[in-house]
């Protein structure tokens, strides 16, 4: 009986300590956490392209974090860090009406090798309508044609060449696609709050 009591006695004594390992342990982990203010930049190289014809919204992407992440002076992701995101809409242009529009935002960053979700500011990007490219490319290829033929001594002939030139190529593209590239730096901005672990 003596030694069932002793043994109950020590069962809640170790049930104590774990309980209160594991409080202090989150106590800890709590005050391990930075917030990073709504409105901090972030910067951030594509480590893939993005292209209106080809991904569709809700394609992920990577980027990695271009100079560090600050909390007021304390470093809470460091530069090269790696970003995720989505794209959150994307339409192509059409062959002959449309604009092509690119929205791009991310949605968590990795620190400690661990995920932490983001909330940013959508990266926007709209192409100019396929009526308008293709003014712009009868225009610019009437431009060119005049200079061609100015330095050849009839000007209007070149530019009726380069008018029709100019032409044909805007009735084969099917309208101006956007494409950021991977490598290119682009900007976004917490819109949220962050939590982040301290360094």
Same mark, same amino acid.
């Given at each position: 009986m003596t030694q069932l009591l002793k043994f109950r006695q020590n069962a809640a004594a170790t049930l104590l300590l774990c309980l209160c390992a594991a409080t202090t342990t989150l106590v800890r982990a709590q005050q391990r956490m930075v917030t990073v203010p709504a409105g901090t930049r972030l910067l951030v190289r594509m480590m893939e392209s993005v292209e209106t014809g080809r991904n569709r919204a809700g394609t992920l992407f990577t980027a990695r974090l271009q100079g560090n992440l600050m909390a007021g002076n304390q470093i809470v992701a460091r530069d090269g860090a790696i970003v995720h995101g989505r794209v959150s809409q994307s339409s192509s242009a059409g062959r002959v009406a449309g604009r092509s529009e690119l929205q791009l935002e991310l949605t968590d960053i990795m620190v400690n090798n661990s995920l932490f979700p983001i909330f940013s500011t959508d990266y926007s990007v709209s192409g100019g309508n396929s009526f308008g490219r293709s003014a712009r490319r009868t225009l610019t290829g009437a431009g060119l044609g005049t200079a061609i033929g100015a330095i050849g001594g009839n000007a209007g002939r070149g530019a009726a060449i380069g008018? @029709? !030139? !100019? !032409?044909?190529? %805007?009735? @084969? %593209?099917?309208?101006?696609?956007?494409?950021?590239?991977?490598?290119?730096l682009l900007e976004f901005r917490l819109q949220q709050p962050a939590s982040l672990p301290a360094p």
């Open positions: 008018a @029709v !030139g !100019g !032409g044909v190529g %805007s009735m @084969v %593209s099917r309208g101006e696609q956007i494409n950021v590239p991977a490598g290119t």
